[in-house]
């Protein structure tokens, strides 16, 4: 019997690299939840089985017979702030939708959280709770009570860490949005040397992952303490590490830029800036900047469970964003 695939935040980033690779390497039938069609810019009718369900994450009672058939539900959809809302629909709707999943149908729910909740050894970061923007505090909240659902054994939790994506059919995500202005800054940002270092994934690379946690669900355990998630149904979705200054280097390597020196900045020099600017930074902002090294102790992406990757590099980004390579002079 082919699979029936629920998908949630379809018309974001990442939910048209979902839409399409499950449209285009998947048999399945799939329901795709919008809240405005319109602004799906990939083919709908290119095969049969593309069900768009207009509707609201904050109304998915009204989907309540529909999600009583899937086999795979799963949830990107997110409110990025507003108190009230991010609460209601990050939290509240979301842990509704996957109780309204019938646990003898569903095989396997894949929820989409963030790695800013994440500690360097993949703990739970209490600061992402107490210092979180309203994104990040309610992704936090969900991840606490999805132990608690009736359905936690079957749920698999992505943690992707920046995630780059977008272009002419796709929306631009948050670190891709704007490359070509910010690239100009690369000039100035080369010499400067900073104390940092990050993960990223691309949006297509995060889809490959997940379509092929569907395609293989993993071992459910029911012998789990109450309240928590199965450990090894977590995945962190980054590339290697990368330290801010071998980032740099890569980006001037690509755009044909020489480093001829750098200059260290410094966490004291930083809150230098900060305090003679007179600089205002949320409580997030200031934590990110003492935490500085959001990487994870294990991470995951196409090559970890054998399958090829889109952007492996960061340079892979600019070439997908219609960047192109320039020699130097």
């Known amino acids: 019997m082919t699979k029936k695939v629920f998908i949630t935040g379809a018309s974001g980033c990442i939910g048209h690299y979902l839409a399409e690779t499950f449209i285009y390497h998947t048999d399945y039938e799939l329901y795709l939840l919008v809240r405005s069609p319109e602004k799906l810019r990939f083919n709908t009718e290119a095969r049969g089985g593309i069900h768009v369900v207009q509707g609201d994450l904050l109304d998915i009672e009204q989907q309540a017979d529909l999600l009583k058939t899937i086999n795979v539900a799963i949830l990107a959809a997110t409110a990025w702030g507003g108190a009230q ?15 309204l999943l019938d646990p003898e149908i569903c095989e396997q729910v894949i929820y989409f959280s963030t790695a800013s909740i994440l500690g360097r050894n993949n703990e739970v970061l209490t600061e992402a709770r107490d210092f979180g923007t309203d994104y990040i505090r309610t992704k936090y909240e969900c991840y606490q009570k999805l132990g608690t659902l009736k359905l936690a054994p079957k749920i698999s939790v992505v943690f992707p860490t920046l995630v780059a994506g977008g272009g002419e059919n796709k929306p631009f995500s948050h670190l891709s949005g704007g490359l070509r202005d910010h690239i100009k800054w690369l000039s100035i940002a080369k010499f400067l040397s900073a104390d940092g270092s990050f993960h990223f994934i691309h949006g297509e690379d995060i889809a490959r992952v997940v379509r092929h946690l569907a395609e293989n669900p993993p071992t459910i355990r029911f012998d789990l303490p109450p ?6 149904r977590q995945f962190v979705l980054g590339n290697e590490p990368l330290t801010a200054d071998a980032a740099i280097a890569e980006l001037c390597e690509y755009m044909g830029q020489k480093i001829y020196f750098k200059i260290p900045l410094s966490l004291w020099l930083a809150n230098f800036i900060i305090k003679v600017f007179r600089i205002q930074l949320a409580a997030w902002d200031r934590f990110c900047i003492d935490y500085r090294h959001f990487t994870y102790g294990k991470t995951y992406n196409p090559r970890s469970f054998g399958l090829e990757s889109a952007c492996p590099r960061l340079t892979d980004v600019l070439t997908r964003a219609g960047i192109p390579p320039r020699r130097r002079p």
């Open 85 to 99: 809302e991010s609460f209601e629909t990050n939290v509240v709707k979301t842990a509704q939708l996957i109780d």
């Open 227 to 232: 309240g928590e998630l199965d450990p090894d």
